[in-house]
């Protein structure tokens, strides 16, 4: 499970791709996930890090999280090679 | 960094130039109050679902619209189409602000006598009325509104065998220019049916013909094709006068007025396409007083308007049962209200609000409701905040044939709530319960029990 690298994030929530030249936008708890994710973090680790900044628990973070990794993998932001 | 708040994670692809096929995006603007009733105060005291009505909604579309006619033409008057929402509490405000009723079966009819109706103001319409049907409605003395040959014959000779009178009128149907055409119900103008019927009820001794009716069709955006109507039927009661020397008491022009919500396959809102109440009068109003039919003559105007003055005066408050990502990658939200209980999904677009405050993400979402059926689809594609579980929406325009074509299927029907003239809420209709639908079965012995 990997970021491509390549992709520009901006504090607002902005990304660009730019070898498919797509831009996105998210929001606060998204571009968290994408930072993290950028930093080689597994689900795991992920979902802690939501669970220790936001009062959710594990399973609305698991839930989420598996969502928002499947919406990812389906805008080639995502690849599973590692 | 404790504290933030939390919202599910969200990415969106940015536009890339292409249409966006959901439309205009003025459905996330949260509606938290009905008037000034919380939705969380409702679904609390109520639950979820429930069907909310506005009293003072429903007075005023009245009121506006017989302000449109009666500015118009001298004499005008509105009859309650039942089946377009025939809970006793809405009809009653129709006919607390002078509304006759217009019912198309016994049933209706019944329930009509039921709400202090004087038979005399009642318009019984219909292509199915039974012989005892019809002499109840003859000792009420109510309208009838005779819809093909067997009935007209039928009540003849109904008449014959009992020396009563009858005050008859008949549907006719007609080329307005608008297809398909509605020749079903009633006798067709353009082929000199209509003129038979009529010839034929002139015959008759026992039947007065006092009026001419004619129910175009539903949620007509062309309010010329009433102009068309209006003459056609002005056309009948100017020959009527010729031939028989004889005025006719009313035109009724049947309902079919749209209301403000959008059709589906239509990229325009249904409030910017349709003509206004007084596009529709204008059109009426202007054909008849222009006819051949003297000023001291003109007949009385009578309207069956339905969905345009009920259907913006009622919600439908429901709640997100769960999301999902469907295998294309479009989320999926399943709500605790589908076709079961909102018929009208089949052909509207209903706008549909979150009832509470959300961040400005938004995504586009497929709304599905709780049956295990695949046609149970509310809205195909809408553009709506991050609903989550248990949050609360509200469906707007429900008012008309939601709260009686509704199916006890699957799941059983919620309460009716109205907000009353001062902002209080009353039950105008209980839910459902096991009991409800268990006191019409019957098990004959062998079939009582079993033992697996
Ligand atoms: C005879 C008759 N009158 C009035 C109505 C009310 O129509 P609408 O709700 O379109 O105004 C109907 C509805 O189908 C009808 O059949």
Redesign the interface.
């Known amino acids: 499970m990997q970021l491509n690298k390549n992709i520009a994030i901006s504090d607002s929530g902005f ?1 660009f791709n730019p070898s498919t030249g ?9 571009l ?3 930072r993290l994710l950028r930093e080689n973090k597994k689900k795991d680790a992920i979902i802690k890090e939501l669970t ?5 628990d594990d399973s609305t973070a698991e839930k ?2 598996s ?2 990794l ?3 993998r ?2 080639q ?1 995502l690849n599973d090679h590692e | ?14 536009n ?1 130039g292409t249409m966006n096929k959901f439309g205009t995006r003025t459905e996330y603007a949260p509606v938290t109050h009905l008037e000034s009733v919380p939705v969380k105060r409702i679904v609390a005291d109520y639950g979820s679902p429930c069907f909310v009505i506005s009293e003072r909604q429903i007075r005023k579309n009245y009121q506006d619209a017989v302000r449109a006619f009666k500015t118009r033409y001298p004499k005008v008057q509105f009859a309650w189409s039942y089946k377009t929402n025939y809970l006793d509490a809405v009809c009653n405000i129709f006919h607390q602000e002078g509304s006759w009723a217009e019912v198309v079966s016994i049933f209706e009819y019944r329930k009509a006598l039921n709400n202090g109706v004087p038979g005399n103001k009642i318009i019984f319409n219909g292509p199915d009325k039974s012989a005892a049907d019809l002499e109840l409605a003859v000792d009420n003395n109510s309208l009838i509104h005779i819809d093909h040959f067997d009935e007209l014959y039928e009540l003849a000779a109904l008449l014959q065998a009992s020396k009563k009178k009858a005050r008859v009128a008949i549907r006719v149907n007609m080329d307005t220019g608008v297809y398909p055409m509605w020749d079903r119900f009633g006798f067709n103008y353009e082929n000199g049916q209509a003129w038979n019927a009529i010839t034929k009820i002139m015959s008759q001794q026992e039947m007065e013909l006092v009026g001419l009716h004619c129910h175009i069709g539903t949620y007509m955006l062309s309010a010329a094709a009433y102009g068309t109507a209006a003459w056609k039927l002005c056309d009948l009661a100017v020959n009527i006068k010729t031939k028989w020397n004889k005025s006719l008491q009313y035109l009724d022009l049947g309902g079919g007025f749209a209301s403000a919500n959008t059709l589906k396959g239509s990229y325009l809102q249904g409030a910017d396409v349709i003509p206004s109440i007084d596009d529709y009068a204008e059109a009426i109003t202007s054909t008849i007083l222009n006819s051949a039919i003297r000023q001291n003559e003109l007949p009385m105007l009578i309207l069956e308007t339905g969905r345009a003055l009920v259907d913006d005066a009622a919600w439908l408050v429901g709640s997100v049962v769960a999301t999902k ?1 469907l295998s294309d ?1 479009r989320r999926a939200t399943i709500m605790d209200f589908g076709v079961n209980l909102l018929f009208t999904a089949f052909w509207y677009n209903h706008k549909v609000s979150p009832a509470q405050e959300f ?1 400005h ?1 938004t995504e586009d979402m497929v709304l599905y409701g709780p049956l295990c059926m695949n046609i149970d689809v509310i809205r195909d594609s809408v553009n709506l905040p ?1 609903l989550n579980k248990g949050d609360h929406v509200v469906v707007h325009k429900v008012g008309a044939y939601n709260m009686t074509q509704w199916m006890q299927f699957i799941q059983m029907r919620p309460k009716i709530i109205i907000i009353d003239m001062e902002g209080k809420t009353h039950i105008v209709r209980e839910s459902e319960s096991l009991e409800t639908m268990l006191r019409y079965e019957k098990r004959p012995d062998h079939l009582s029990q079993s033992s697996l």
């Open positions: 990304i797509d831009s996105f936008s998210t929001n606060p708890v998204g968290e996930i994408i220790g900044r936001f009062s959710i989420d999280l969502d928002f499947l919406v990812l389906n805008y932001l | 960094m404790s504290n933030l708040t939390y919202e599910r994670p969200f990415i969106q692809k940015l890339t990502r990658g961040s993400h991050l």
